[in-house]
């Protein structure tokens, strides 16, 4: 069965991205449709898949990462604006019988993702 995962890793204290809270959206033409919101556990990782089965289907998402939030409880200081602070990740299922793991690697002046299984 398909599903959408997630895991959040802070790499500047080398430790997992623990309460960062995630809009789920999905995305057909220009609208916008906020299908759901999940929080990472102190693994960095939601508790249960983000979406599966019936819920998940071929076509475009958007996860919206608020790092800024993170990002302050951690003490991090930064002029504000801050260079991050909602980070959203587009991309595409075309076969939504697979596992799309999209994780998030996290600093708080840079960010990286790719597509994980």
């Given at each position: 069965m398909g599903r959408l995962t997630t895991h959040v890793l802070d790499t500047a204290q080398g430790r997992?991205?623990?309460?960062i809270r995630i809009e789920v959206l999905r995305l057909e033409g220009e609208t916008r449709t906020r299908l759901k919101e999940v929080v990472t556990n102190?693994?960095?990782r939601c508790d249960a898949p983000i979406l599966e089965g019936d819920d998940f289907l071929a076509g475009e998402y958007e996860l919206v990462f608020h790092a800024g939030d993170y990002l302050r409880r951690q003490g991090v200081t930064a002029s504000e604006p801050r260079f991050l602070?909602?980070?959203?990740l587009r991309f595409g299922v075309s076969d939504a019988a697979q596992h799309y793991h999209v994780p998030l690697l996290l600093s708080p002046y840079g960010y990286s993702t790719y597509?994980?299984?």
């Open positions: 997992p991205g623990q309460g102190d693994d960095g602070d909602v980070i959203p597509r994980g299984s």
